[in-house]
Structures are given as C-alpha cells and as structure tokens.
C-alpha cells in the first residue's frame, strides 16, 4: 500500500483533463491514450478527486463528465519526415479545448494534457495554473521535439511519459517521469492450464510485424491465434499468400471481455513491433491472464517482461530468437505473470503514480503560479 502521508497532502484535487483532438473518446482514433484516461480517470474519481474531461463533440468515456467541444479534429501526428510542420485546422477543435481550459482554469488545481501536440505546450507558460503535460508516443517531429524540451526546461517535473524507452527518444530524456500503463485487473480472469496455441493481439498493420510471429509458427508448428482490427488488408493477404501452411487462425477484433476469454487459455502472447511501441498494453494484458510475454527487445515491452519468469525477450526482428523462445516457454511460471500485473499494472499502482506526479508538481508550483 501507498506509504501514509500527511493530512494537508491527501486533500481532494480539482482537475481538468484535456483529451486528445484526433477524434471523440471512444472512437478508438485516440488509441492508447483512451486506453490510459478510461482507466486513470476511474482510478481518480475513485479516490475521491475531482475530475471533469474536456474532449472532441461526441466523446463517451463510462459516466465521466465530458466538456463536449466542437470543431475540426487534429491531423494524427503522423512519422513522416522530422521536419513537418506545425499545422492547425481552421475552426480547430484543440484550439477550443484550450480556450475552454483557459477560462476554466481557476476552478481547478491541475491541468492534465493527453494531446500529443504542439499547441499545449507552446501554451503552458501563458497559463495561471500548472499543466501536466502526459507524452504518449516517442518523439516524431523536430517542431514537438522543441515544444516539449522547451516546457520541461521551463516547468522541470511536468512531463510524464510511460516508459524510459520512449523519454530516451526526446532531446533530454531526464525531464520525464514515466507513468507507465495499467488495465482494470477485474476484467482479466487467470488461468494455469492453458491450451495449446500462441496468441498475437494488435492492429494487423506492418508497424506490427506480424508476419514474424506467423513465421515462428508456422517453424515451431505451435497453433497461433490473432486478435485485433485487420488495418491493412493487402497486409494481412500478403502473410496469407506467403505462410499458406501456417497453423494461424484470425478471430477478428473482440472487447476486452472476449478477448480475455480467448487469451488467458493461450501458452504466450507473441510481441513482434517492428516500430518502437510505447508501451504494449497488450502486454499486460495477457501478464493479467498468467499468459507469459515473448517479445523483441524493443521498446515499452522491454521494460515489462521480467527475463526468464514473465517472458523472453528476444533479438529484435529475429524469427529464430521467437522459435527458441517458446521451446522454453516450460521455465515460466504463469502465477508470477499474475502477480507482476498484480503489483506494478493495477489501477491502484497506477493511480499512485499519477498522484504522486500530481502532488509533485502542485507542492513545486502551487496553485498561483
Ligand atoms: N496525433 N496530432 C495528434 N495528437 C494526438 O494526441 C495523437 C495523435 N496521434 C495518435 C495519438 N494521439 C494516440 O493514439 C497515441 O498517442 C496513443
């Protein structure tokens, strides 16, 4: 349990939590990040802080209450070049997030962004009240590479991220604090005697290297099944045509209660980005179930798996690495995936995370700042 602190430090917080502009809550446009505020404001609103969601027209998030805010969504960040630059909509919907926070801002203690762009950042220093600034993806262009430095050399302490991985992509990778992820472990039921298949979960798009998870199976002969949104249908075709014989099965894209169902059952899940993830929900996802994690050495991933007693980190990009890793999989101990997701991935361990960053930054910039 979190250590006792004082009185004064346990006082309810007044926070304003500005979503991502690429589309409404519950769209999955907002993709992990609705995954991180979906579980975060439970957790926040459960300890007993005040919370109200600013977010795209549309949006649905549980019962949360959602400041709906119209207007022209934000181009998804994409990875072309660095050097892209900063582009905003007319009638941009960030635009009137922001402005609505603004007038807002003295009837909360915190701000909270999720969006990952230029515009909350360049805007943090003409605010009264302090911004927490959470980073879900690694740096993708010089423009937001310069607009987080700059905030977090002027506002040390305000920047989160998940893992160390993706701070190491910015120019200062010590101005971050990582949250890290967590999902309701009620949802997620453990099972020590699992079938015989693998299982791969995520978007079926080439960021995702699927076709090495395929390719393991079809070497090991281990039955695989495939979960999650078929993004790229050329793709998905172009493993079909070149794995004909592999053992694969694709169950489509199922809510977390089926998914779970199908996953607890499975021996690993199989964990091949080609890009660097994040995190990889997924990841603690199957952890939930006692479903030990072989993955690439990679990113958000790498810093989940516990070597040897969750999982097997491998040789990214490294079919051979996979193969060898489920002939091993015997020396694993599901139970141990369960309580990892126990101890570090629960909506309790993440929710004193986040208060404690909070809390952090309120005892360094107050209310006035
Ligand atoms: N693109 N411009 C922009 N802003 C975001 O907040 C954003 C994005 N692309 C993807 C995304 N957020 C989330 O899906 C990831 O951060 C998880």
Not at 29 to 35: D, M, Q
Not at 102 to 118: G, I, K, P, S
Not at 271 to 290: D, Q, S, Y
Request: hydrophobic share 40%; glycine share 8%; aromatic share 8%.
């Amino acid at each position: 349990m979190e250590k006792d602190t004082d009185s004064m430090a346990r006082a309810p917080l007044r926070l304003l939590l500005l979503s991502t502009p690429v589309g409404p809550l519950g769209s999955g446009l907002g993709g992990g990040v609705e995954l991180t505020l979906n579980v975060l404001s439970q957790e926040l609103a459960r300890r007993g802080h005040t919370l109200r969601l600013v977010a795209p027209e549309g949006s649905t998030l549980g019962a949360m209450a959602i400041e709906q805010v119209p207007g022209t969504w934000q181009p998804t960040a994409h990875t072309q070049g660095p050097q892209v630059p900063i582009v905003l909509p007319p009638d941009s919907v960030l635009a009137a997030m922001w402005d609505y926070g603004r007038q807002v801002q003295a009837d909360y203690d915190l701000l909270v962004n999720l969006a990952y762009d230029w515009l909350p950042f360049y805007l943090t220093p003409f605010f009264r009240r302090p911004i927490a600034h959470f980073v879900s993806m690694g740096c993708l262009s010089d423009a937001m590479a310069a607009a987080v430095t700059t905030v977090g050399e002027r506002f040390p302490g305000t920047l989160g991220v998940y893992t160390r991985t993706q701070a190491a992509t910015f120019p200062q990778p010590d101005q971050f604090r990582c949250l890290s992820s967590a999902v309701d472990l009620t949802c997620y039921e453990f099972c020590g005697n699992p079938g015989p298949e693998l299982v791969w979960l995520g978007r079926i798009s080439p960021e995702k290297g699927l076709e090495d998870a395929v390719a393991a199976a079809a070497q090991s002969q281990m039955p695989l099944k495939i979960l999650g949104k078929l993004e790229d249908q050329a793709y998905w075709d172009h493993i079909c045509q070149r794995y004909p014989q592999a053992p694969i099965e694709y169950l489509g894209f199922l809510p977390t209660h089926q998914l779970q169902a199908v996953v607890r059952r499975c021996r690993a899940l199989l964990m091949t980005p080609r890009w660097l993830e994040a995190f990889g929900n997924v990841a603690i996802e199957a952890l939930a179930c006692g479903v030990p994690v072989i993955a690439y050495r990679r990113g958000g991933p790498a810093e989940i798996v516990q070597q040897g007693k969750t999982g097997w980190l491998v040789e990214p990009d490294h079919v051979a690495g996979l193969v060898d890793a489920i002939a091993r999989l015997d020396q694993l101990d599901r139970r141990a995936c369960r309580q990892q997701a126990e101890a570090e991935y629960s909506l309790s361990a993440l929710g004193n995370r986040f208060e404690a960053w909070f809390r952090d930054i309120l005892a360094r910039y107050g209310t006035d700042k």
